[in-house]
């Protein structure tokens, strides 16, 4: 939503940086550390001075999906902060299903906030992250100075039906959430096929409908060269942490959503109530969802985030927005951030 109140869709050509550039951007000049926070070791990426911008990633995703955001926003004067979140990565992998709950995750990034001395920041998710980061808005809104989402809009709790239901009800069992419920099952066939092929399927994915895993049988399109945004660096540095840490606390994250479902009662029909942007790609599967074009455009959606200022969906875009539109994103969150 533009300021004059109007809804803006951008078609962007991307940017052909070199190669290299795409393969490592962001990569030199971090700081890695290790961070104690909620009874969790917590692996933490920084760059920059200046104001803190908290970016939180997604499924099946680490700090590094952030590597052109990182170096953008450093360059342009902030704290870029992005750590592995509790499960992936470096960051450590509790073995209860549900220690996975939004309050875990959420008490996560207060602990991290707290132990880098900051009071509140920006920030900026995707995917998972962007959930995460609208409980965080819900739980804490004294910690976020303003947020921008990427994919995925917060929609309320329904007080009928619980989430995985809800899932299972619109596209059967073969709906990716739905088969991750299985502890062990989703593991064991991505063990089958593969570290790598699994990031080279779903990175580059850009199938709008619904993401079936059939529970026997589950093609994956021939090998063939990564498109632009992706380097076979990219997908090794990806293969080689899950290789390490596993799916499993990933997958957790889906296991919890009826756990979240549960603990959030106390908050059913609770607004958002900080400045907030939300992007999308119109080839996002989260973008055709039933019902959510008209929600986010037509009313619903502001009438939950009372502060949402602006909506802008990127054409022949998919999920994986902040790594297909490096620059464009960095730009996006620099344009919003820098009026506060």
């Not at 990806?238 to 296991?255: C, I, L, M, W």
Request: overall charge negative.
């Amino acid at each position: 939503m533009q300021k004059d109140g109007t809804y803006a869709t951008y078609r962007e050509e991307g940017r052909q940086s070199p190669q290299r550039e795409r393969e490592m951007e962001g990569a030199s000049g971090i700081s890695h550390r290790t961070v104690e926070v909620n009874g969790i070791r917590m692996h933490v990426v920084e760059k920059g001075e200046g104001p803190a911008v908290l970016l939180l990633h997604g499924f099946p995703e680490l700090w590094y999906s952030w590597r052109h955001q990182i170096a953008g926003l450093a360059a342009r004067g902030y704290r870029a902060i992005a750590p592995d979140l509790r499960g992936y990565g470096d960051t450590d992998a509790p073995p209860d299903v549900a220690s996975y709950s939004a309050l875990h995750i959420v008490g996560d990034l207060v602990a991290l906030l707290d132990a880098l001395a900051l009071p509140h920041v920006f920030v900026v998710g995707h995917d998972w992250g962007a959930l995460i980061a609208w409980y965080l808005c819900m739980f804490r809104p004294d910690k976020v100075k303003a947020l921008v989402n990427l994919s995925v809009a917060f929609m309320p709790r329904n007080p009928a039906m619980k989430t995985v239901d809800y899932f299972r009800k619109l596209y059967g069992d073969d709906y990716y959430i739905c088969r991750f419920q299985e502890p062990g099952a989703i593991e064991a066939r991505f063990a089958q096929i593969g570290t790598a092929s699994i990031f080279r399927t779903i990175l580059q994915s850009r199938d709008p409908g619904p993401f079936l895993i059939p529970k026997e049988g589950w093609d994956l399109p021939e090998k063939s060269p990564l498109c632009s945004w992706l380097s076979e660096e990219d997908i090794n540095y990806y293969a080689s942490k899950f290789d390490k840490s596993g799916f499993t606390g990933p997958v957790n994250y889906y296991r919890c959503m009826n756990l979240n479902w549960e603990l959030t009662a106390p908050w059913t029909g609770v607004q958002i109530k900080v400045p907030a942007k939300f992007i999308v790609g119109d080839l996002d599967l989260t973008y055709h969802y039933p019902g959510i074009q008209d929600y986010i455009h037509n009313g619903g959606f502001k009438q939950n985030v009372p502060l949402l200022q602006e909506v802008v969906v990127m054409e022949g875009v998919g999920h994986f927005i902040n790594q297909e539109k490096g620059h464009e994103i960095t730009d996006h969150i620099y344009d919003f951030i820098q009026k506060f």
